[in-house]
Every structure is written in structure tokens, then in C-alpha cells.
């Protein structure tokens, strides 16, 4: 079964937690992604953004993208996968915590992302479904 370190995107890029959410969302269209980890002055993981946070969380309530910064949209602690887990407990984490993309941590340092996409090219057909129907589930 292939680690996390095998299968992920090694070329991550952060925002700070103090650079504002306009800064991310352009580095996301640069980028052509959904989501960037968002990483501390100590270089260490402090959580996630998303489009969608952007949206949701910031335009829909009116907020002014330009005047709230990545930290403040950081969860409490980010759901994350060690380098050395390998395929099955990716799965696992990533139904349990509903997520398509996880931080991959060696130590306390962020080398990579673990994507949905990656383990879909890593492993047969069902395991990726089964967890392709727990992320997508409506609670």
C-alpha cells in the first residue's frame, strides 16, 4: 500500500496567516487550486482555506475579502496525515473528516498535500468510491 509521501504533491505553496483573503485568492488562481494550507510565522501548519471558505465564510456575509486574513478562517488545529501513513488510513482520515485535499506533515514540518485525486490514481476503483460517497455525504 503506498505512503502518503509516494502519492502526494510535494510543490505546496502557503499563505501566511496574516495575509489577507484577496492575497489568497489570487494565489489560488495563479495556482489553479481550491485550497492552501496556511502556514505561521514559524513555517508550521495552522490550518486551510478554501474558495469556498472565501464565499461562504466572507462574501455571503458581506465581509470585505481585502480586510480579513487567512488566519482568522484557520479551523482550531487541521485535520492532517503523517508522511509514512500510508493509503488506507489517508482513506480513513479523510472520510471521517469529510475532506478532499489533507496537509501531509513530516515531523512539524508541511512537505505535501494528499489529494483526492492522487489516491484516485494510487489505488483501485472501489476504495476511492466508497470514500468519494463518505466525503460527499449531506449531513
Given at each position: 500500500?503506498p505512503?502518503?509521501?509516494e502519492?502526494?504533491?510535494?510543490?505546496?505553496?502557503?499563505?501566511?496567516?496574516?495575509?489577507d483573503l484577496k492575497?489568497?485568492?489570487?494565489?489560488m488562481a495563479?495556482?489553479?487550486?481550491?485550497s492552501?494550507?496556511?502556514?505561521?510565522?514559524d513555517?508550521?501548519?495552522?490550518?486551510?482555506?478554501?474558495d469556498?471558505?472565501?464565499v461562504?465564510?466572507?462574501?455571503a456575509?458581506?465581509?470585505?475579502?481585502?480586510n480579513?486574513?487567512?488566519?482568522?478562517?484557520a479551523?482550531?488545529?487541521?485535520?492532517?496525515?503523517?508522511?509514512?501513513?500510508d493509503?488506507?488510513?489517508?482513506?480513513r482520515?479523510m472520510?471521517?473528516?469529510?475532506?478532499?485535499?489533507?496537509?501531509?506533515?513530516?515531523?512539524?514540518?508541511?512537505?505535501?498535500?494528499?489529494?483526492v485525486?492522487?489516491?484516485?490514481?494510487?489505488?483501485?476503483?472501489?476504495?476511492?468510491?466508497?470514500?468519494?460517497?463518505?466525503?460527499?455525504?449531506h449531513?
Amino acid at each position: 500500500m503506498p505512503t502518503a509521501r509516494e502519492i502526494m504533491t510535494n510543490d505546496v505553496t502557503c499563505v501566511s496567516e496574516h495575509d489577507d483573503l484577496k492575497t489568497a485568492a489570487r494565489r489560488m488562481a495563479e495556482l489553479g487550486v481550491g485550497s492552501l494550507p496556511i502556514c505561521g510565522a514559524d513555517n508550521r501548519l495552522k490550518g486551510m482555506v478554501t474558495d469556498r471558505d472565501i464565499v461562504v465564510k466572507v462574501l455571503a456575509e458581506g465581509r470585505d475579502p481585502g480586510n480579513v486574513t487567512a488566519g482568522e478562517l484557520a479551523q482550531s488545529e487541521a485535520v492532517t496525515i503523517g508522511a509514512d501513513d500510508d493509503a488506507t488510513e489517508i482513506l480513513r482520515t479523510m472520510g471521517q473528516h469529510k475532506v478532499r485535499r489533507l496537509p501531509v506533515i513530516d515531523g512539524q514540518q508541511l512537505v505535501g498535500i494528499v489529494a483526492v485525486a492522487d489516491v484516485a490514481r494510487s489505488l483501485p476503483e472501489r476504495p476511492v468510491g466508497d470514500l468519494i460517497e463518505a466525503i460527499s455525504e449531506h449531513n
